[in-house]
């Protein structure tokens, strides 16, 4: 099993034309941007909103709980069914893609949200105040403290979307729809085990290499104040000071979802 | 303290779970097939009906079923397995012991390319390749095969009566089926080598499933894979093309079972059930399950009455 | 409406093995990542490659591992088992690091002053650190529940018989009302879990009740 996926994966027919193995990766990565696009088009407005303001929290963190339920095959069948009759002629193609790329952006909604709220919401208070103490006005302590300091938990739940959303985006394959999961599928149906194994192998490396990738990206784009660069003090460190269990039952401090490198601080997913 | 609640809570976890488990049915398992009311699961002279995940495999398997109840042989259902790669596996291994299938695929399972094409010829070859621990029983005349399917309105406008007429045509057409067509006879390979046609994309989508027919039916492809029976050709307005060379071999509805679960008054049951069952039944029994919405049990009990068989 | 009325039965039992699917990997999940994070608490340098490695579990695809693990396990390709195997991994996956950084979030002074009444290293172990860690573990907990609810479904592939049949059922007939019932229904079951969680949390530390603070 372990050689023959071996064979598979090294095959160079495997490695040219299309339906080949880097198409299906640009593809698969494709479909994954737009929905994380997206994703985050809603989610990180609105999650700093929620966090900024105060405001809507309730309801925005219940939503995003309640779209985690959403099972996503299902909604993949009912998003098929549903905009299929709506795709015609010749913008026909996107009939197949769209349901799918609906149900990723579902999927990575509530971790983004999450994100950008806890992230705001978790700036230390004597910032914000020493910002308006400045008089800097309310969009400028967003702009210029809350965001730069929600940074590291922005990232974290864009990752968590990003490792969710490759993973899945192999269900497009299921509606007819290409990317990495058409490796999987195709597999099933000639009984080619080695190309299933050989698929998920791909995926699964590809996320890895995304969220090095987006770990780097942080690295950089994270204020060195923040992430432990500068100062050998990590924000870890300043946890372990605060006494009492409050902290560690806190909302920011509370790990998620899958992570795999090593970012300092995670999102805490599902706050009550 | 702390340790009592917490063995105290894991005591309610469990507790919590396994009334989810054990609550309703009397057997102890809670991942046991839902066994039928005459059934009691864990049985060995109990016999396990399956079926492949789309409605005429569950209509056909409700069938079987019910014609082998009202036999006295205590039945288990596991409807809607996936598809012919999980179910055959499930039939090696045990977890069922009867399903309904079609010949011709079933032969091209155990053994591609053979030649035979009509129902009499694909029946024989079927029993040669079958794996010692199956076998089929009797064939019904029911038959329900791929065709290539086209709009009514896109046929008429290119002339087309049937897979011969695409010739030069072919080229601007995109074509639709189960992602195995790519690579089978039964597929793109038949249409170039037997008709001497390519299409201008392939798109794979199912094996006459939901994904085509919608497909089909708003032109995102020209031309898809669709089942005989489907009552969707009628409703939707599509034809399905003639096969003058029978690239789409014979598919009579056949049931395949495991050899050692088989006696007497079972394969009797089952071969009543093929000898009552033709295309025109069976097509209109599936119109109730997919245009009417029925429940392919109750559709099967109207029938099987109907039959004299329950 | 009247197809959900009409179809309860179907609906509560596909809803107990979706349960028992989605459930019971949780327990044992949590049992394998209890250790794990320990380890890598434990000892530091093993806490990246843990939670990395780990972590990367969470990125196979479902519909893979769904398909594989029969041939992996040498169980029948419907044997339920081989799901669990499935979640159960997914489960390790998101918990390990949830484990480790709840056990790393229990502050220093408190361990030291557990060490100075004279606890063992052990009796440490599940008396103060794991009771204080409770409340991260179960925030990981919650999306780990709520993700194999909706993971589970895609079973449906294989013919495991839960929820996700409903999707199918459905899919074939272009028939809206089964898929919608399926996907309530994973709803429900998942704000269950969520519920129990919270409840279970709830007892495991009064601490917070005590001081006001929200788990």
Same mark, same amino acid.
């Given at each position: 099993?372990?050689?023959?996926?071996?064979?598979?994966?090294?095959?160079?027919?495997?490695?040219?034309?299309?339906?080949?193995?880097?198409?299906?990766?640009?593809?698969?990565?494709?479909?994954?941007?737009?929905?994380?696009?997206?994703?985050?088009?809603?989610?990180?407005?609105?999650?700093?909103? &929620?966090?900024?303001?105060?405001?809507?929290?309730?309801?925005?963190?219940?939503?995003?709980?309640?779209?985690?339920?959403?099972?996503?095959?299902?909604?993949?069948?009912? %998003?098929?069914?549903?905009?299929?009759?709506?795709?015609?002629?010749?913008?026909?193609?996107?009939?197949?893609?769209?349901?799918?790329? &609906?149900?990723?952006?579902?999927?990575?909604?509530?971790?983004?949200?999450?994100?950008?709220?806890?992230?705001?919401?978790?700036?230390?208070?004597?910032?914000?105040?020493?910002?308006? @103490?400045?008089?800097?006005?309310?969009?400028?302590?967003?702009?210029?403290?809350?965001?730069?300091?929600?940074?590291?938990?922005?990232?974290?739940?864009?990752?968590?979307?990003?490792?969710?959303?490759?993973?899945?985006?192999?269900?497009?394959?299921?509606?007819?729809?290409?990317?990495?999961?058409?490796?999987?599928?195709?597999?099933?149906?000639?009984?080619?085990?080695?190309? %299933?194994?050989?698929?998920?192998?791909?995926?699964?490396?590809?996320?890895?290499?995304?969220?090095?990738?987006? @770990?780097?990206?942080?690295?950089?784009?994270?204020?060195?104040?923040?992430?432990?660069?500068?100062?050998?003090?990590?924000?870890? @460190?300043?946890?372990?000071?605060?006494?009492?269990?409050?902290?560690?039952? @806190?909302?920011?401090?509370?790990?998620?979802?899958?992570?795999?490198?090593?970012?300092?601080?995670?999102?805490?997913?599902?706050?009550? | 303290?702390?340790?009592?609640?917490?063995?105290?809570?894991?005591?309610?976890?469990?507790?919590?779970? !396994?009334?989810?488990?054990?609550? !309703?049915?009397?057997? !102890?398992?809670?991942?046991?097939?839902?066994?039928?009311?005459?059934?009691?699961?864990?049985?060995?002279?109990?016999?396990?009906?399956?079926?492949?995940?789309?409605?005429?495999?569950?209509?056909?398997?409700?069938?079987?079923? !019910?014609?082998?109840?009202?036999?006295?042989?205590?039945?288990?259902?596991?409807?809607?397995?996936?598809?012919?790669?999980?179910?055959?596996?499930?039939?090696?291994?045990?977890?069922?012991?009867?399903?309904?299938?079609?010949?011709?695929?079933?032969?091209?399972?155990?053994?591609?390319?053979?030649?035979?094409?009509?129902?009499?010829?694909?029946?024989?070859?079927? +029993?040669?390749?079958?794996?010692?621990?199956?076998?089929?029983?009797?064939?019904?005349?029911?038959?329900? #095969?791929?065709?290539?399917?086209?709009? +009514?309105?896109?046929?008429?406008?290119?002339?087309?009566?049937?897979?011969?007429?695409?010739?030069?045509?072919?080229?601007?057409?995109?074509?639709?089926?189960?992602?195995?067509? #790519?690579?089978?006879?039964?597929?793109?390979?038949?249409?170039?080598?037997?008709?001497?046609?390519?299409?201008?994309?392939?798109?794979?989508?199912?094996?006459?499933?939901?994904?085509?027919?919608?497909?089909?039916?708003?032109?995102?492809?020209? *031309?898809?894979?669709?089942?005989?029976?489907?009552?969707?050709?009628?409703?939707?307005?599509?034809?399905?093309?003639?096969?003058?060379?029978?690239?789409?071999?014979?598919?009579?509805?056949?049931?395949?079972?495991? +050899?050692?679960?088989?006696?007497?008054?079972?394969?009797?049951?089952?071969?009543?059930?093929?000898?009552?069952?033709?295309?025109?039944?069976?097509?209109?029994?599936? +119109?109730?399950?997919?245009?009417? #919405?029925?429940? *392919?049990?109750?559709?099967?009990?109207?029938?099987?009455?109907?039959?004299?068989?329950? | 409406?009247?197809?959900?009325?009409?179809?309860?039965?179907?609906?509560?039992?596909?809803?107990?093995?979706?349960?028992?699917?989605?459930?019971?990997?949780?327990?044992?999940?949590?049992?394998?990542? $209890?250790?794990?994070?320990?380890?890598?608490?434990?000892?530091?340098?093993?806490?990246?490659?843990?939670?990395?490695?780990?972590?990367?579990?969470?990125?196979?695809?479902?519909?893979?591992?769904?398909?594989?693990?029969?041939?992996?396990?040498?169980?029948?390709?419907?044997?339920?088992?081989?799901?669990?195997?499935?979640?159960?991994?997914?489960?390790?996956? $998101?918990?390990?690091?949830?484990?480790?950084?709840?056990?790393?979030?229990?502050?220093?002074?408190?361990?030291?002053?557990?060490?100075?009444?004279?606890?063992?290293?052990?009796?440490?172990?599940?008396?103060?650190?794991?009771? $204080?860690?409770?409340?991260?573990?179960?925030?990981?907990?919650?999306?780990?529940?709520?993700?194999?609810?909706?993971?589970?479904?895609?079973?449906?592939?294989?013919?495991?018989?839960?929820?996700?049949?409903?999707?199918?059922?459905?899919?074939?007939?272009?028939?809206?009302?089964?898929?919608?019932?399926?996907?309530?229904?994973?709803?429900?079951?998942?704000?269950?879990?969520?519920?129990?969680?919270?409840?279970?949390?709830?007892? $495991?530390?009064?601490?917070?009740?005590?001081?006001?603070?929200?788990?």
């Amino acid at each position: 099993m372990i050689a023959s996926t071996w064979q598979w994966l090294t095959d160079p027919v495997n490695w040219s034309g299309p339906g080949s193995i880097p198409n299906q990766i640009l593809t698969h990565l494709w479909y994954s941007a737009i929905a994380l696009f997206v994703a985050s088009l809603i989610a990180i407005p609105a999650g700093l909103a &929620i966090g900024h303001t105060g405001r809507g929290r309730f309801f925005g963190v219940n939503l995003a709980a309640a779209a985690r339920a959403i099972p996503s095959l299902g909604l993949l069948f009912l %998003m098929v069914l549903w905009l299929f009759p709506k795709f015609s002629g010749s913008s026909g193609s996107a009939a197949f893609v769209v349901p799918s790329l &609906i149900v990723l952006a579902v999927l990575a909604i509530p971790p983004i949200l999450a994100g950008a709220y806890a992230g705001v919401e978790g700036v230390d208070p004597a910032a914000r105040d020493a910002a308006k @103490g400045m008089g800097m006005t309310g969009m400028q302590v967003l702009r210029r403290v809350e965001i730069p300091n929600a940074m590291p938990l922005i990232f974290s739940g864009f990752r968590s979307a990003t490792l969710q959303v490759i993973a899945t985006a192999t269900l497009a394959a299921v509606v007819g729809a290409d990317g990495l999961g058409r490796f999987l599928i195709d597999g099933q149906k000639i009984r080619d085990y080695p190309q %299933m194994a050989g698929g998920s192998l791909v995926v699964a490396i590809l996320a890895l290499v995304v969220d090095l990738l987006l @770990g780097t990206i942080q690295r950089y784009a994270v204020s060195p104040g923040l992430t432990g660069r500068r100062t050998s003090a990590s924000r870890r @460190g300043r946890s372990d000071g605060v006494s009492g269990s409050a902290e560690s039952a @806190g909302r920011s401090n509370t790990p998620l979802d899958v992570e795999i490198s090593d970012p300092r601080r995670t999102v805490d997913s599902q706050p009550s | 303290m702390k340790l009592k609640r917490i063995s105290v809570t894991v005591a309610v976890v469990a507790a919590l779970l !396994g009334t989810a488990a054990c609550g !309703g049915s009397g057997g !102890g398992d809670p991942l046991a097939t839902k066994s039928s009311s005459s059934g009691g699961g864990g049985d060995s002279s109990a016999i396990t009906v399956g079926s492949a995940d789309f409605p005429e495999s569950a209509l056909l398997a409700e069938i079987y079923a !019910g014609a082998l109840e009202a036999k006295g042989v205590k039945v288990n259902k596991k409807l809607n397995i996936g598809a012919r790669e999980a179910y055959i596996p499930a039939l090696q291994d045990g977890s069922i012991d009867l399903i309904p299938e079609y010949t011709g695929v079933l032969r091209d399972y155990f053994k591609k390319d053979m030649p035979g094409k009509d129902s009499e010829a694909v029946y024989t070859e079927l +029993k040669g390749v079958l794996p010692g621990t199956l076998t089929v029983l009797d064939k019904s005349a029911a038959e329900d #095969k791929d065709a290539l399917v086209m709009k +009514k309105s896109k046929a008429d406008e290119l002339g087309v009566k049937s897979i011969e007429d695409l010739k030069g045509k072919s080229q601007d057409l995109v074509v639709g089926g189960p992602p195995e067509w #790519k690579t089978r006879i039964t597929g793109l390979v038949g249409f170039k080598q037997i008709y001497g046609l390519e299409f201008k994309q392939f798109r794979p989508l199912d094996a006459g499933g939901p994904l085509t027919l919608q497909a089909l039916k708003n032109g995102q492809i020209d *031309a898809g894979d669709i089942f005989t029976t489907d009552p969707n050709i009628q409703t939707a307005d599509l034809v399905a093309l003639e096969d003058p060379k029978n690239m789409f071999a014979a598919q009579n509805v056949v049931p395949l079972i495991t +050899k050692s679960k088989s006696n007497d008054t079972i394969a009797g049951a089952l071969n009543a059930v093929s000898a009552k069952l033709d295309t025109e039944t069976l097509t209109k029994l599936l +119109k109730q399950v997919v245009v009417d #919405k029925k429940d *392919a049990d109750v559709v099967a009990k109207d029938f099987l009455s109907q039959a004299g068989l329950s | 409406m009247t197809w959900f009325i009409d179809h309860l039965g179907e609906v509560w039992d596909l809803g107990r093995q979706h349960a028992v699917l989605a459930g019971l990997p949780l327990l044992l999940g949590l049992l394998i990542a $209890l250790p794990l994070g320990w380890l890598a608490r434990r000892f530091r340098w093993l806490y990246a490659p843990f939670t990395a490695g780990f972590g990367l579990l969470y990125t196979i695809p479902s519909l893979a591992l769904f398909v594989i693990l029969p041939l992996v396990t040498g169980r029948g390709i419907l044997d339920p088992f081989n799901v669990i195997v499935a979640m159960t991994l997914y489960t390790v996956a $998101l918990l390990v690091r949830t484990v480790a950084d709840g056990l790393g979030s229990v502050p220093g002074a408190v361990t030291n002053a557990a060490t100075a009444m004279g606890y063992t290293p052990g009796k440490r172990f599940f008396a103060v650190e794991l009771p $204080l860690a409770v409340p991260v573990i179960s925030a990981g907990l919650r999306v780990a529940a709520v993700s194999n609810v909706s993971i589970v479904s895609v079973g449906t592939v294989i013919g495991v018989q839960q929820l996700g049949l409903f999707f199918s059922d459905g899919f074939n007939r272009q028939f809206y009302d089964p898929i919608v019932v399926g996907i309530v229904a994973c709803i429900v079951l998942a704000l269950l879990f969520d519920a129990v969680i919270l409840v279970v949390t709830r007892l $495991l530390t009064p601490w917070l009740r005590a001081t006001g603070a929200r788990a």
